[in-house]
């Protein structure tokens, strides 16, 4: 089908599916890549093996179920609904898991969790708890117009949102010998880049924060709550803990008021919205270790959108990324965040101050 055969028919399929609207929060996800892509990118093959953190695979029995349930700690610094051995918890418009389990037995689950829901791995990391999702493409936001009812599959290719998403999860372990599970997403969104409208390009749009909330509804029923239960233990929250930047001994820091717990979580939480590498953590240090790629460099995003964004890069050799350490301390009741480079020292260089500011916008 030639050009303008192709654009006068999504042309009428638009007037035709005008007044469509979807019903309620529907998803329907389909990964921009084909089949299990589950490569590791080239930075990564060289991480230490830590077993600080390391998941390795195993399977839920009842049996597990219930010693779970029966050895769920009581109590929490923050709101919470409890299901059985599976709990929400949140801090403004951020939500997490805390399920009383070992990580060991959740990481399968959790990962075929994402599979089922259509998307393919493009990081399998269980040394560090992480795994993301590839790029995908939320189907269900088309309108289910007459033609696309009609001719189906057939010339699906020729309808897209014009956006595409991400989600990052992270497991961390806890004292009790239970495990939190955290669900971040990354946008991005097709624009023109011309007055005549002849050509696109993408560029990131705002994480989402209700679709990090469905997804964590899912993964609750997932690990065997009900559809009805997972659907109450979300509401409305009380805003977050104010947050600034502000200058420490001549270095630009970030002030949170809030204790180290809460603190630790939402840093984390940004770290994984705004794309940064998280390499390593530890949390009895208050530190992250991650890599950054600034703005400008020819440093590529790896899978789909790194072949088709000028955004991440172009043919040229690629620039290293920068290492550095996202050291949380208490301060009082408040925490403050600093950036240090990879050998430890405080750093204030452009990179540095611009990674406070990434932070302070999305924790605001």
């Given at each position: 089908?030639?050009?303008?055969a192709?654009?006068?028919?999504?042309?009428?399929?638009?007037?035709?599916?005008?007044?469509?609207?979807?019903?309620g929060?529907?998803?329907?996800?389909?990964s921009?890549?084909?089949?299990?892509?589950?490569e590791?990118?080239?930075?990564?093959?060289q991480l230490?093996?830590?077993?600080?953190?390391?998941?390795?695979?195993?399977?839920?029995?009842?049996?597990?179920?219930?010693?779970?349930?029966a050895a769920?700690?009581?109590?929490?610094?923050?709101?919470?609904?409890?299901?059985?051995?599976?709990?929400?918890?949140r801090?403004?418009?951020?939500?997490?898991?805390?399920?009383?389990?070992?990580?060991?037995q959740?990481?399968?689950?959790?990962?075929?969790?994402?599979?089922?829901?259509?998307?393919t791995?493009?990081?399998?990391?269980?040394?560090?708890?992480?795994?993301?999702?590839?790029?995908?493409?939320?189907?269900?936001?088309?309108?289910?117009?007459?033609?696309?009812?009609?001719?189906?599959?057939?010339?699906?290719?020729?309808?897209?949102?014009?956006?595409?998403?991400?989600?990052?999860?992270?497991?961390?372990?806890?004292?009790?010998?239970?495990?939190?599970?955290?669900?971040?997403?990354?946008g991005?969104?097709?624009?023109?880049?011309?007055?005549?409208?002849?050509?696109?390009?993408?560029?990131?749009?705002?994480?989402?924060?209700?679709l990090e909330?469905e997804?964590?509804?899912?993964?609750?029923?997932?690990?065997?709550?009900?559809?009805?239960?997972?659907?109450?233990?979300?509401?409305?929250?009380?805003?977050?803990?104010?947050?600034?930047v502000?200058?420490?001994?001549?270095?630009?820091?970030l002030?949170?008021?809030?204790?180290?717990?809460?603190?630790?979580?939402?840093?984390?939480?940004?770290?994984?919205?705004?794309?940064?590498?998280?390499?390593?953590?530890?949390?009895?240090?208050?530190?992250?270790?991650v890599?950054?790629?600034?703005?400008?460099?020819?440093?590529?995003?790896?899978?789909?959108?790194?072949?088709?964004?000028?955004?991440?890069?172009?043919?040229?050799?690629?620039?290293p990324?920068?290492?550095?350490?996202?050291?949380?301390?208490?301060?009082?009741?408040?925490?403050?965040?600093?950036?240090?480079?990879?050998?430890?020292?405080?750093?204030?260089?452009?990179?540095?101050?611009?990674?406070?500011?990434?932070?302070?916008?999305?924790?605001?």
């Open positions: 089908m030639n050009t303008a192709r654009i006068g028919l999504l042309g009428l399929a638009l007037a035709m599916s005008a007044c469509s609207v979807l019903e929060e529907k998803i329907d996800y389909k921009a890549s084909k089949g299990q892509s589950l590791v990118p080239p930075d990564l093959k230490s093996r830590d077993n600080r953190y390391a998941v390795p695979g195993g399977v839920v029995s009842a049996n597990a179920l219930e010693a779970g349930k769920q700690a009581p109590g929490s610094d923050a709101a919470t609904n409890r299901l059985g051995d599976v709990r929400i918890e801090n403004g418009d951020q939500r997490w898991l805390v399920v009383q389990r070992p990580a060991d959740l990481w399968d689950p959790v990962r075929d969790f994402w599979l089922e829901n259509g998307f791995l493009a990081l399998d990391q269980n040394n560090l708890g992480i795994m993301e999702t590839d790029w995908a493409e939320n189907r269900a936001k088309i309108p289910q117009d007459l033609i696309r009812s009609t001719l189906g599959k057939v010339f699906d290719s020729l309808y897209s949102t014009g956006e595409r998403d991400k989600f990052r999860t992270r497991l961390e372990r806890r004292a009790d010998g239970g495990t939190e599970i955290y669900v971040s997403h990354r991005m969104i097709e624009v023109f880049n011309s007055a005549n409208k002849d050509s696109t390009v993408w560029q990131p749009r705002a994480a989402d924060p209700e909330i997804f964590l509804r899912r993964m609750m029923v997932r690990l065997g709550a009900s559809a009805e239960q997972a659907r109450a233990a979300t509401a409305t929250a009380p805003a977050p803990a104010g947050v600034r502000a200058s420490q001994d001549g270095v630009a820091v002030q949170i008021d809030e204790g180290f717990e809460r603190a630790w979580r939402r840093v984390g939480l940004a770290l994984d919205r705004t794309g940064f590498t998280v390499e390593d953590r530890d949390r009895s240090q208050g530190v992250y270790f890599r950054y790629v600034a703005p400008g460099t020819d440093q590529k995003e790896p899978g789909f959108f790194g072949k088709v964004m000028g955004i991440f890069g172009s043919s040229k050799a690629a620039t990324p920068l290492q550095y350490r996202i050291v949380l301390r208490s301060a009082g009741n408040a925490s403050v965040v600093s950036v240090q480079n990879a050998s430890g020292a405080p750093d204030n260089s452009e990179n540095a101050q611009r990674i406070v500011r990434v932070l302070a916008d999305d924790l605001k």
